[in-house]
């Protein structure tokens, strides 16, 4: 089993940021960030893969950015221009098993990914 840990999380106003971090314990090739709000299942926010091949969910694109520090095994989410409806829980999911296919294709999806870490709570006020 691979633990993940994730920080980062917190506070902010609205059009704030935040990094989140996310520590793997060996490389992985696919690492994603999917968020929870209440009562809903998690969604997509962003995803790598070795390869450098990025994906990121509508909602965030141009506010948010994922990385990865390969040499740590560790991967971040720089959150810029923060709203309030990206107040949630953030999961940290890796796998060493992709599925078949284009990254693009499956890389948000929720069921792909074998490992997540225990969440962070992001709060955005207006």
């Known amino acids: 089993q691979v633990e993940l840990v994730e920080s980062g999380g917190g506070s902010v106003q609205a059009g704030g940021s935040l990094r989140l971090s996310c520590a793997a314990p060996?490389?992985?090739?696919?690492m994603a960030w999917f968020r929870q709000y209440p009562a809903k299942e998690r969604e997509g926010v962003a995803a790598?893969?070795?390869?450098?091949?990025?994906a990121y969910a509508n909602s965030v694109k141009g506010r948010f950015t994922i990385s990865k520090d390969n040499a740590n095994h560790t991967l971040y989410l720089q959150m810029d221009s923060l709203r309030p409806d990206d107040t949630a829980i953030y999961y940290c999911?890796?796998?060493?098993?992709?599925?078949?296919?284009?990254?693009?294709?499956?890389?948000?999806?929720?069921?792909?990914?074998?490992?997540w870490g225990q969440g962070t709570q992001v709060t955005v006020s207006s």
């Open positions: 999911a890796a796998t060493h098993r992709p599925p078949n296919g284009i990254f693009s294709m499956w890389a948000l999806r929720l069921r792909e990914y074998q490992y």
């Open positions: 060996e490389q992985i090739n696919y």
């Open positions: 790598l893969d070795i390869d450098g091949n990025i």
